[in-house]
């Protein structure tokens, strides 16, 4: 049986009527580590971050860096990796930052984002060092400024702006709008940067935008890059000031089912290249630092999530309407928070024909957990193994205790090895912030 290679990670193959991922037997690893499971395809992780490194080498010439956005899926082992390729990290709270510390991450190689720090987070990001904080609001640029008033050196910062980009994506992830809770609104931006300058304990580098998620028209892109340039030339004429550093975020979306055209982050690259290139060419501005931040186009395709059917509600006719499986909503949020459909198969029979098409539904208590709807499987029952693939963005990172159902595990797979990076939350542990009267 033949996989779609733009859906599955670089390593998945069937053998023997079997899923593998990474060179392993995904159901005698579910039969090991239990169910639901969640596995991390080394190989497509580093080989999409090397893909980012190279493609903007290609098409920029001028200094560029690739940061990988922290909040698709984090953990030590993962920051641990993005170290190890040689990319920096955009952390959203103070515990991703503490993740990113414990990794080994060079700090001046992260960026602290957040429309809502806390001044705790704001004062940890200062302390450890970290690149730049990307500041979104003039209050936020104010405490920032009180903070490190009198610092002997200043905190780099880049103001986040709203580019008024309309896009084609879920309203629950477009971010570029003029009404979106994120960033400055371009009227603010002038009196922002002057507070910035002003500040002795801060370092303006850039400006900083994010249109949305799961983005594939080049032509936003573009446009993103065409306001920070414009808007830069405005702040270089205003305030005699040439801002170092240019970026336009990330969102470049992936597929999840085989219709869906692959990622193709060299056509990315080279809009994002062209882009910025021409505009800084109209505008007389020095090539910039570009700096990007994919996540999802990272992670998501070396994810697949592995759950147990456990049972089965049948139609009058006797054919199954759901399959009941081990897992849900509490572990990916994304079917149930804005319909996202997803590929699966039979990991322990991956080459049988397909059924009719079925809805697999959670275990949850709440109607709108069904993880798929009209999947095309085999007929299945129950000790049945179900593989959903893309699963390695926006599930884990999302993932929530309702019910108080432990959450998953989390596996690295590679050359033959299963390497577990996350262990299986516990009673115990959900128990733990419990306390009597």
């Known amino acids: 049986m033949s996989l779609d290679s733009h859906i599955w990670p670089d390593t998945a193959e069937v053998i023997g009527g079997r899923l593998h991922i990474g060179g392993c037997d995904t159901t005698a690893l579910a039969e090991t580590h239990g169910t639901p499971l969640y596995l991390l395809d080394e190989a497509t992780l580093r080989g999409a971050m090397r893909a980012y490194t190279a493609a903007l080498a290609r098409h920029y010439p001028g200094p560029a860096r690739v940061h990988y956005a922290s909040k698709a899926l984090l953990n030590t082992a993962v920051a ?3 170290a190890e390729e040689g990319l920096g990290l955009d952390v959203v709270s103070g515990a991703e930052l503490l993740v990113a510390r414990r990794a080994g991450l060079p700090m001046g190689q992260v ?20 690149g730049a904080i990307v500041v979104d609001s003039l209050d936020e640029l104010d405490r920032l400024a009180a903070l490190t008033h009198g610092r002997e050196r200043p905190q780099g910062v880049l103001l986040r702006v709203a580019p008024n ?7 629950h992830i477009a971010t570029g709008g003029a009404a979106s809770k994120f960033g400055l609104p371009l009227e603010a931006l002038g009196a922002a940067a002057a507070r910035a300058l002003d500040a002795s304990g801060l370092r303006l580098l850039g400006l900083h935008a994010h249109i949305g998620s799961q983005l594939t028209r080049a032509e936003e892109f573009r446009a993103a890059v065409g306001v920070l340039a414009r808007e830069m030339t405005r702040l270089r004429d205003d305030l005699g000031v040439e801002l170092e550093e240019l970026s336009p975020g990330g969102g470049l979306g992936v597929p999840y089912t ?3 055209p692959p990622t193709d982050i060299d056509a990315y690259a080279a809009a994002l290249g062209a882009a910025t290139r021409e505009a800084c060419a109209a505008h007389g501005l020095r090539p910039p630092l570009l700096t990007v931040e994919p996540g999802r186009s990272i992670v998501a395709r070396a994810g697949v999530a592995l759950y147990r059917v456990l049972a089965r509600k049948l ?8 399959l009941h499986v081990d897992g849900g909503m509490a572990d990916n949020i994304r079917p149930a928070l804005y319909g996202a459909q997803y590929t699966s198969l039979l990991a322990s029979r991956a080459d049988a024909p397909a059924g009719p098409p079925v809805d697999v539904a959670g275990r949850y208590c709440e109607s709108g957990d069904v993880l798929l709807r009209q999947a095309p499987l085999p007929p299945a029952g129950p000790g049945d193994l179900i593989a959903v693939a893309v699963a390695g963005a926006y599930t884990l990172s999302m993932a929530s205790t309702y019910n108080m159902a432990p959450r998953p595990a989390l596996l690295l797979v590679g050359d033959g090895a299963a390497r577990l990076i996350q262990r299986r939350e516990t009673e115990d542990d959900l128990l733990a912030r419990d306390l009597f009267l």
Do not use: F
């Open 258 to 260: 085989a219709d869906m």
């Open 315 to 322: 139609g009058p006719d006797g054919a199954p309407l759901y």
């Open 165 to 171: 980009i309309d896009t084609h994506t879920h309203a």
């Open 80 to 82: 641990q990796i993005v």
């Open 111 to 130: 960026h602290m984002h957040g429309n809502a720090k806390g001044e705790a987070e704001l004062r940890r990001a200062v302390e450890w060092g970290v």
